[in-house]
C-alpha cells in the first residue's frame, strides 16, 4: 500500500504537460537570470508599426541566449524544478505562503537593484512595455528564491538531525583537532592573517585613523568628537602613545594591530569552539575556521588600524552570546557568566561602532522583558547595566568631557538623496515655496549637480554649514514628505539607488566608487593629505607580499561561488532564510539574534554609502554564529 502513494521521479514525467511546463519554467528562470538590462536601440529598419512586435524586437535585444553558460543554467534550473516537484510531491506539501511572499520581494528587490545598477532608473515603473518586462523578470527570479529557500530549509532541518546523531569514529588526527577545536581554530585563523600583519607592517590607514588620531591629539585641526567613536580614538591613541615613547610611531601602531588581532582571533575560535560544542557536524565548524582564516577580506581588515576591525569582532562575540543565552533560557539554565560575556561584548562593540547600538539596544531590552516575566530579577539587572553604561559614558563625555556629539545627519542620508534626485528630475516642476524651503537647509543650486546615486556625502557635508536655522530642518522635513506625493518614482529610485548594494545581487562597483568604499574595501594605503603630521610608513621588504596579498584578494573576488562572501546580498538573504526556519517552526525565541542582525542591516541601508562591505561587516562577521541556534533541544527532552 506505501508503494502506491510514493512519488518517484519517473512519475514525474508520465505528463508530458508538466514535463513541458517544468522544461520551460527553467528556461523562462534562466532567461530572467540573464536578461541584459542596457538595451541596445532599435535601428530604424527593424521598428514596425505594430508595437506588440517592437516590444518582441526590443526584448529579443536584451536577451543572450546563445551563450553556452545560460544554456547550461536553464538546463540546470529545469533540473531543480523536477527535484523539487519531486520532493513537493513525495511529502504532500502545499505551497508555502510565506516562502512564497519572501520571494517576491527578494525578486523585486533584486529586479530593483539591477535596474539602478544598469539604468539609474525603474525601467518598469516608466510603461506598459516596463511594467509586464519587470512583471516577468521578479516571477524569475522570485521562482529561483522560492527553490533556494526551499531547500536551504531543508538543509538546516539535516544539520539539526546531524547535531544529535553520533557521528562516524574519528580518525587520530580528528580527534586531536576536535579535542582542541578552539586552539586549533586560533592558530589557523591568526597563521593565515599573519602574512597581511607582517607585510603591511605597521598597518594599512586611510583617512578615518588620521581623523581619529587628529581628534585624540587635538592637532591638525582635529578636536575631541564622537563622529568617530571617541572610545576607540583613545585605545587608538593610547597605543599611538606608547609608540611615540619607544620612539616609533610604526610600533605603537602595529601594537594596536597585534592586540586587537588577537582579541578578534580569540572571538572567532570561541565561535568555533561553540559550533562544535552544539554537535554540529565537522563540516559546519570547520568551515566556519576556513572561512575566517582564508577569506581574503577578514585578512585584509586584520591589517586595517579603522575601528570597524574591532567593531566587528566585537559584535560577532555579542551575538554569539545572544544564541548562548536563547539556547540557555530554553533548556531553563542560565548562567551568570554567559551575561557578563553578553553585556561586555554589547558595551564593546557599540563603542567602537555608533551604529551598533541600534541592535544591541532594541535585542537587550527584548531580552530583559522575557528575563521579567521569569522573574530573573538579578540577570536583568546585568543587561541594564550593559545599556546603562553605554549611555551614561556617551552622556559623561559629551556633556563634562568636552567631546563632541556626532552628526544626526547621517541618518538623514536617504530623504536627503531624495530631495536631490527630485530637484535633478523635476527642477521645472518645484515650486518657489518648496525651492525656498529646500535652500535653507541646502544650497538649492548645487543639487543636481552634487547627486551621486550611491553615496550621500556629497549633499549631507553641506547641510552643515548652509541651515539657516533649527526651525528649517522641521519645514524642510514637513516639505519632504508633501513631495513624496508628487513625485513617488524619484524617491522610490533614490532610495533604491541608494540602498541596493545591501539586497539585490548586483556586479560590484569600480573600486573608487562610494568614495572608495565599495566592495570589500581592502585599503592599501598608509599615507593620506590627513597624514601629513605621522612619519608612518610600509617598508620595502614587505612590497612583494603586498602586492601578491593584493592580487589573491582581488582573484577571490572574481572566483565563482567563493565570491559570495563579498557579496552582502549573500548574508542578507541567507539570515533571511534562516529567520523563515526558525519562523515556519514557531521556535520565535531563535528569531532575537537574527532580528538583531537584521537591525544591522536596515542601518546600513540607511546608511550614506551603498553596498559598503566595512559598514556591512559585522552582520557578514556575525552570521555564521546564527548557526549556534540549529541545534535540537534534547536536553528537555531527556529530562
Known sequence: MEMKNQCTVKQIFTSPMKTVLMGLGGIFIGTACSFRYILPDLIEDETTQNSLANAMIKLSKSLDGYQVEWIMLSLFFFAC????????????????????????????????????????????LKDYYGVVVGSLLIIGWSNLFYMLGYWADHLWEYIEECAVRSDRPARAFEKVLTRHIGLAAFCVIFLAWLPWIVTYYPASMDWDVYRQLNSFLGINGGFASNHDPWFSS????????????????????????????????????????????????????????VFFAVTPVWGAYAKHAFKDTFGLAWF????????????????????????????????????????????????TIMFMVILLRRAYWRYCLILLGC????????????????????????????????????????????????????????????????????????????????????????????????????????????????????YAFTPEFPYWAGNYNSGMTIFNWIRTANGENYTFHYHDWGQTGREVLH???????????LN??????????????LGYFFLRRKRYLELLPIMAVLLVILSCIA????DCFRYFAPAAV????????LRKNTENQEE
Open 81 to 124: 524544478i523536477v527535484i523539487t516537484s519531486y520532493e513537493h510531491r513525495r511529502k504532500k506539501e502545499n505551497i508555502r505562503p510565506v516562502l512564497c511572499l519572501l520571494s517576491v520581494v527578494f525578486g523585486l528587490l533584486n529586479v530593483s537593484g539591477l535596474a539602478m545598477y544598469y539604468l539609474d532608473s525603474l525601467f518598469f
Open 234 to 289: 583613545c585605545v587608538l591613541g593610547i597605543f599611538y602613545k606608547i609608540g611615540v615613547r619607544l620612539h616609533s610611531e610604526n610600533i605603537g601602531v602595529f601594537l594596536y594591530v597585534l592586540t586587537r588581532d588577537t582579541i578578534m582571533a580569540a572571538i572567532f575560535s570561541y565561535l568555533v569552539y561553540n559550533l562544535k560544542k552544539r554537535n554540529l557536524p565537522k563540516g559546519i565548524y570547520l568551515s566556519v575556521m
Open 316 to 363: 560577532c562575540l555579542f551575538i554569539i552570546m545572544a544564541a548562548i543565552l536563547v539556547l540557555d533560557i530554553n533548556k531553563r539554565r542560565l548562567e551568570l557568566k554567559h551575561f557578563l560575556l553578553y553585556s561586555v561584548a554589547g558595551v564593546m562593540a557599540s563603542l567602537f561602532r555608533n551604529n551598533l547600538i541600534y541592535a544591541v539596544a532594541p535585542l
Open 387 to 502: 545599556l546603562g553604561i553605554y549611555f551614561g559614558y556617551n552622556h559623561y563625555i559629551m556633556n563634562y568631557g568636552g567631546v563632541a556629539a556626532g552628526s544626526k545627519v547621517e541618518a538623514l542620508s536617504i530623504p536627503l538623496q531624495q530631495t536631490a534626485r527630485t530637484v535633478r528630475d523635476y527642477s521645472d516642476k518645484i515650486s518657489d515655496k518648496e525651492k525656498t524651503v529646500i535652500d535653507q537647509v541646502m544650497e538649492y543650486d548645487s543639487l543636481a549637480e552634487k547627486y551621486n546615486p550611491i553615496l550621500s556625502d556629497p549633499i549631507k557635508d553641506q547641510i552643515m554649514g548652509h541651515i539657516k536655522d533649527e526651525s528649517s530642518k522641521s519645514e524642510y522635513l514637513k516639505t519632504w514628505l508633501r513631495m513624496f506625493a508628487k513625485y513617488p518614482k524619484s524617491y522610490v529610485e533614490a532610495a533604491v539607488a541608494q540602498s541596493y548594494g545591501y
Open 551 to 561: 592580487a589573491w584578494a582581488r582573484l577571490w573576488d572574481v572566483l565563482p561561488v
Open 564 to 577: 559570495l562572501t563579498d557579496h552582502c546580498a549573500y548574508y542578507t538573504w541567507s539570515i533571511v532564510l
Open 607 to 610: 546608511s550614506p554609502v551603498n
Open 622 to 629: 556575525s552570521s555564521p554564529a546564527l548557526m549556534i541556534l
